[in-house]
């Protein structure tokens, strides 16, 4: 009965929101439009304007739903999987069916190490001084190379405003009764503070974000829980410095520091149930030296040095045997970046855009002393880049590019790119844009996927990378597996079109279509040769097993009737198939659909939201056997403006308290939280 009335209170709401197109305002979608981007042609372009099929979270949309990591900041953006990370605590991206070790994620156009040796954890990047953030879906920029065949999220930090300013926001919130203290204890709290200063000669900044919570647990009548009990915290600096006006210098250094525990367990044969805390400590480095010129008849040149040192620790604690952690891995990587780029008009219907690129990068693991991977694993890569940005009259633009990788252990491989736009004169109040985008995509194996090996044969698995020909078995001695055959790259071919109507200060709608076919997907596979017969656990091999084809579109409508009142409504369709074996890919639901209410009442100095999201069932294993079940959650989020200066807010998030059943959870993929409460202060200065 329980449900029922769930279903019928979403299924009401969003019926309500398309009967009244005053719903989740973009009061500032005049100003969204006019964004400046840069991830699709590299170049600073309005957003209106971009041929590359760009969707952007602006800042004013981040402050208003509260967002206090990436996580959060794409939760409601069209398209967009947002999926648990297994064994980890944090949320990787999808886009368009393609998973996240395919997606590239950068920070102002730089790389962002992958937590887990392939996916990036998006709840380890903060919003604190986040200006806006891209996102390009389909491998159709040539800007990018290795891992973009899915898409690009880059995030785009804010600039020191002129003087001296600063920020700190707070709050801390409560998820009742799955607290693991009292229900009304504040389980979690917030802090973001940043200051800023620019001049005419010297520019800096200073953010510090820090959340902690006391973690949750969806089932306080178990011993395991859900939610992770430490800290996240973020500090990001920058220094700029102009000698010229036409010149700027500026180094960027981070800091990132994660401290969590939670509860866990595991059955064993013969032993039963085993109590077991996970314990993980991360710490990562970055350093970025930026550069920029502004040479004679409009040409430019900037590059950028960027180097990165990611170290996680982590242990699964038994909690029988006091005086012993078991488990305890190390995890070491890094990378080092360069690239330089040279933009140069020709005329005034061109703009050349070209580049080189090096990236070096190298993993080392350890488990309870012992190495886990290959000795001296890492990987180099050059990349030379090519664009040009051609106008044809005042309907077209043209985008063909060519991107050439040579790699240290793949070799040479070229990808070509095209992106156009026309922009027709068919309505006299609207404008419409019409984008189109092919291309090819090409992704060499990780490191992890070649020379690593996760050892999990205490809980009944065990996973190698490609390369890696023995191990040593506690019981058996030496495993040797000889003749292991060597990966092939992956490679794909993206088509994306989409049609933009656009009536400003009034409404958008926005129709997009894509098609991707992905050749020799890289999975983990179960070996069975006669070397692994007696062993008591699973021995599973990274191997190209997969083909895979992902299509679908998205359907966006915002609409803006005063300047109180506003609507927007979004569905995508996901068709996602691997094609050797017919079946429909996991973790990939067909349907999503999100639309909200945005309600501004200048009387009351108030505004507020509701955000609504409604996901189809999903399969969760390649053999579609198991079905986890379709899911909504509603969000509800409150602004006032006390003064100029300072902001109360306060939110519902997962207001029907939808989540999964914690004893299902390899089966059931509905949210991880129940229900949350939270009210904080922002203050401006």
């Not at 520019?203 to 430490?230: C, I, K, R």
């Not at 990349?383 to 590019?401: A, H, K, N, R, T």
């Not at 999903?618 to 079940?629: A, D, H, I, M």
């Amino acid at each position: 009965m329980r449900d029922s009335v769930k279903e019928i209170m979403v299924l009401s709401l969003l019926a309500t929101s398309l009967v009244m197109p005053a719903a989740s305002v973009h009061a500032q979608l005049a100003v969204e439009l006019d964004t400046v981007v840069v991830t699709g042609t590299r170049t600073e372009r309005k957003l209106r304007d971009v041929p590359v099929r760009t969707e952007v979270v602006t800042k004013a949309q981040l402050e208003k739903t509260h967002a206090r990591n990436l996580v959060e900041a794409l939760r409601y953006q069209p398209g967009i999987l947002l999926q648990k990370i297994h064994g980890k605590s944090g949320y990787e991206i999808v886009l368009q069916g393609v998973s996240a070790d395919r997606v590239l994620v950068l920070i102002d156009g730089k790389p962002v190490t992958p937590s887990t040796g392939s996916s990036v954890d998006l709840s380890q990047l903060g919003v604190g001084d986040v200006d806006h953030i891209e996102i390009i879906k389909g491998a159709v920029s040539a800007l990018y190379g290795s891992s973009a065949m899915g898409g690009v999220v880059n995030v785009i930090t804010r600039k020191a405003e002129r003087g001296f300013a600063y920020g700190v926001t707070a709050d801390a919130g409560s998820w009742g009764d799955k607290n693991l203290g009292d229900a009304w204890d504040l389980a979690n709290k917030h802090l973001l503070a940043n200051v800023s200063y620019k001049g005419p000669v010297w520019e800096s900044a200073l953010s510090f974000n820090v959340n902690s919570s006391d973690g949750f647990d969806l089932d306080p009548d178990t011993y395991t829980t859900n939610g992770d009990q430490g800290e996240k915290i973020h500090v990001d600096a920058e220094l700029g410095f102009s000698p010229h006006e036409a010149i700027q210098f500026t180094y960027k250094p981070a800091y990132y520091h994660e401290d969590l525990v939670k509860n866990t367990g595991v059955f064993l044969p013969g032993t039963g149930f085993v109590r077991k805390k996970k314990v993980e400590k991360v710490s990562k480095y970055s350093h970025a030296l930026l550069y920029r010129q502004n040479l004679s008849g409009d040409a430019q040149l900037s590059g950028y040095l960027v180097s990165e040192n990611f170290d996680d620790k982590t242990a699964r604690d038994v909690d029988a045997t006091k005086d012993v952690v078991e488990d305890q891995r190390h995890a070491k990587l890094s990378f080092h970046k360069a690239e330089i780029q040279y933009d140069q008009p020709l005329g005034e219907n061109h703009l050349l855009t070209s580049g080189a690129v090096f990236f070096h990068n190298e993993l080392d693991q350890t488990k309870d002393g012992r190495s886990e991977t290959l000795p001296d694993l890492s990987h180099d890569n050059i990349e030379l880049f090519f664009q040009d940005d051609i106008f044809i009259g005042d309907s077209w633009e043209v985008l063909p590019g060519v991107r050439f990788q040579d790699d240290s252990d793949f070799g040479s491989h070229t990808v070509v790119k095209l992106n156009a736009m026309y922009s027709p004169a068919w309505f006299r109040r609207a404008e419409t844009s019409i984008r189109m985008g092919i291309g090819q995509g090409y992704r060499v194996p990780d490191l992890k996927e070649r020379g690593y090996v996760f050892n999990h044969s205490s809980i009944g698995y065990i996973v190698l990378g490609s390369e890696v020909n023995q191990w040593e078995d506690d019981a058996q001695g030496v495993i040797d597996l000889s003749g292991a055959k060597v990966l092939d790259p992956e490679e794909s071919f993206s088509v994306q079109f989409g049609i933009e109507i656009l009536q400003e200060a009034a409404y958008r709608l926005d129709l997009s279509f894509y098609y991707n076919e992905i050749k020799n997907l890289i999975e983990a596979e179960r070996y069975n040769g006669d070397e692994v017969q007696d062993l008591n656990y699973s021995v599973y091999r990274y191997a190209n097993i997969e083909q895979a084809r992902t299509q679908g579109f998205d359907l966006t409508y915002q609409t803006q009737l005063s300047t109180m009142l506003g609507f927007d409504f979004s569905y995508s369709y996901l068709d996602a198939i691997n094609e050797l074996t017919d079946k429909v890919l996991p973790k990939r639901p067909e349907h999503q659909i999100q639309a909200g209410f945005d309600i501004a009442v200048p009387r009351w100095k108030s505004e507020f939201l509701v955000r609504t999201t409604w996901q189809s069932e999903e399969f969760t294993g390649s053999e579609n056997t198991n079905v986890s079940p379709s899911w909504h959650a509603i969000d509800l989020k409150y602004n006032y403006q006390y003064s100029s200066r300072l902001t109360l807010f306060a939110g519902i998030d997962n207001l029907t308290d939808e989540h999964k059943d914690p004893s299902e959870a390899e089966r059931d993929r509905r949210p991880e939280e129940g229900r949350f409460i939270y009210a904080g202060v922002k203050f401006q200065g």
